[in-house]
């Protein structure tokens, strides 16, 4: 190389200053890619920067620092005609910063799923078509997939009718889910919170014996059921509606009587108008078993040890396993 000239080579780089190239910027182009000098160039701007920038910091790195490892199963790092390496777009750069390395790669699972993850069934809506197919379905579900462990049903519903009186569903909408209850091999505990009305007291009342609970501050009120608008019918369509109304009333009470312990006399005889219960009231009734105050650790207290589950069950555990 002539004095007054630099050359370096790096992975298929060779940079020479003015003194080797006399077309200073395509020149160092030309000889930084290390292609043939036939090959064709695209219009450079003399008084580009960049190659200003590149050639003085040529100009200043040390020899070793810029030859390239004679055996190296890396790439060139800048080979523009043979493997060209695009940048990355600002998407990526996006998703590789460090407060988005933990972001979930898929969109979370509904609230729905992640309660029945933990075995609970919540009703929050009063008991149409909708919410009792959901229900039902998740109860199967649960049954499906342990037939031993506890389904957990948490109750917030006025049933079939709002606390007005106001029909919003047919009375087989919770009858369907007391059914589906009483098919299962599992044990349904069941919790009140805020209310439970009519069909959705029935439902309380279903659970387990023993493990029926309530909020402190939750009601629950049992009713006649409510025919529901005639509209522009026929008397005689108005009096088969009133017969059937008045057979769910009777079963109604026949059911509520057997979970509650109380005759059914009483029951038709409190049930003659809305009945609320709170929950004092409501475990004096029979509808619960417990009152979830503050301090319901004591509930779980009772809930024995899985050393004794095992003992019970004539499991013997051997040391080292």
């Known amino acids: 190389m002539a004095s007054g000239s630099l050359c370096f080579r790096g992975p298929s780089i060779a940079v020479t200053t003015a003194s080797s190239c006399s077309n200073a910027p395509r020149s160092i182009i030309r000889c930084l890619v290390g292609g043939p000098k036939n090959v064709p160039m695209p219009p450079l701007n003399p008084k580009d920067p960049f190659l200003s920038r590149l050639a003085s910091l ?28 695009l940048m990355a777009t600002p998407a990526q750069v996006e998703r590789s910063v460090s407060y988005n390395e933990h972001r979930p790669r898929r969109p979370p699972p509904d609230l729905p799923s992640l309660l029945l993850h933990g075995r609970i069934v919540y009703i929050g809506m009063p008991l149409v078509p909708a919410v009792t197919e959901l229900v039902i379905a998740e109860l199967v579900y649960l049954q499906y997939v342990d037939p031993k462990e506890p389904i957990y049903l948490y109750i917030n519903s006025t049933g079939t009718t709002r606390d007005d009186g106001e029909t919003v569903g047919m009375e087989s909408e919770g009858f369907a889910i007391y059914d589906a209850m009483m098919q299962l091999k599992n044990e349904v505990q069941t919790v009140a919170v805020g209310a439970a009305i009519g069909q959705a007291c029935l439902l309380l009342a279903a659970g387990k014996k023993g493990r029926r609970f309530m909020m402190p501050h939750s009601k629950a009120m049992i009713q006649q059921p409510r ?95």
């Open 227 to 321: 025919v529901p608008s005639s509209g522009q019918m026929p008397a005689s369509d108005v009096l088969i509606r009133a017969k059937e109304v008045i057979n769910n009333r009777d079963t109604l009470i026949k059911l509520i009587a057997r979970h509650t312990g109380n005759s059914v006399e009483k029951v038709s005889q409190v049930m003659r108008r809305p009945f609320y219960m709170d929950s004092t009231k409501a475990k004096e009734f029979g509808v619960i078993d417990k009152i979830l105050w503050r301090g319901q650790e004591n509930i779980m207290s009772e809930v024995a040890s899985p050393e004794e589950w095992d003992k019970k069950a004539g499991i013997k555990v051997v040391d080292g396993i």
């Open 58 to 85: 040529a100009a200043s790195a040390p020899p070793e620092s810029l030859s390239r490892p004679s055996a190296s199963d890396t790439p060139p790092y800048l080979d523009l005609f043979e493997t060209p390496t």
